[in-house]
């Protein structure tokens, strides 16, 4: 009953040599779902229409002309081109999108989406560290307006806050965003005084955390923060934004969660949408750098996910 994602084409979105965010990633977690079958799928690209739920149309076409003109950058932000980027980029929304399809019509209780770029530091009209469309908060948008979703929690374990997902929902009341991250730290943002705004007050939990953070500190802002706000809110779909660069040894982060860590944090995401959520999850890709921990922890996460 989970469904096991992966479109090839990510492999196609090269950001140059020595770069973290390489298309060996893509490997590398497909690597960890060994034990698992991929779902297949006809893979397909995001329309124009439905990126423009999050995103601005000026900003949809600035990154299509970017890259269609050879630029090696955003001129938004530090997001590396090549030149199939914006297709990889609108198949990864495609397929986030196709999850939430396979969650919501009973095909699947749950979902893994192994997509590159990642999304979660892309706001409305602005791409930067290392992602060009929020998949995340498209998927969420679309589960609303295609399914009925009502309301959506999304959870975010990277290293790193989504701060393109906050800037996103933070004044809309039908979407949780809570954060676990490493602060201060790249991008700057997530204090734990930001909460949203208007009708989405209270509804951006931001849990900041010190560089050496680990099991203790990410899993008491679960059981003391997520767990209570997920019982209020209800939401009618779970959504994870699963970076693993929060894990130990990566290059990018300085956060000691294990393997089993993320194991126990799909547990208890797994819980929330059994609760609340008829079952329904979908996890998608952020970051994580050092191959083999991104190997490790996909393995955790998949297996957590199909028990």
């Given amino acids: 009953m989970t469904a096991f994602l992966a479109d090839p084409i990510s492999k196609r979105h090269d950001p140059g040599p020595g770069h973290p965010e390489s298309p060996a990633r893509f490997d590398a977690v497909v690597k960890g779902l060994a034990p698992y079958q991929l779902t297949p799928y006809a893979p397909r690209a995001a329309t124009d229409d439905e990126v423009a739920l999050c995103h601005t149309r000026q900003y949809i076409r600035t990154a299509r002309h970017e890259v269609e003109d050879g630029f090696s950058e955003l001129t938004t932000g530090d997001t590396s081109l090549s030149h ?50 929020n998949n995340i908060a498209l998927g969420a948008r679309y589960a609303q307006r295609r399914h009925g979703a009502e309301r959506v929690m999304i959870v975010d374990w990277d290293v790193h806050h989504g701060n393109g997902t906050q800037d996103i929902f933070y004044d809309d009341g039908s979407v949780l965003f809570f954060s676990t991250h490493q602060y201060p730290w790249y991008p700057g943002t997530g204090a734990a005084k930001d909460t949203g705004e208007g009708p989405g007050q209270g509804l951006t939990l931001n849990c900041p955390l010190p560089s050496g953070s680990g099991r ?86 998949a297996t957590a996910l199909q028990e």
């Fill in 84 to 133: 199939d980027t914006f297709d990889v980029a609108l198949r990864a929304v495609g397929t986030v999108l196709h999850a939430v399809d396979l969650v919501f019509t009973g095909q699947a209780s749950n979902a893994f989406c192994v997509v590159r770029p990642p999304g979660h530091h892309a706001s409305s009209n602005r791409g930067m560290g290392f992602c060009m469309f």
């Fill in 216 to 301: 203790t500190e990410v899993w008491q802002a679960f059981q003391e923060k997520l767990k209570p706000a997920a019982d209020e809110f209800r939401p009618d779909l779970v959504m994870v934004s699963a970076g693993f660069d929060s894990r130990n040894g990566d290059p990018l982060g300085h956060f000691t969660l294990s393997d089993r860590d993320f194991g126990d944090l799909t547990r208890v995401l797994r819980d929330i949408a059994g609760k609340h959520s008829g079952g329904r999850l979908v996890s998608v890709l952020e970051g994580g750098y050092n191959l083999y921990g991104l190997t490790k922890a996909a393995e955790a996460h």
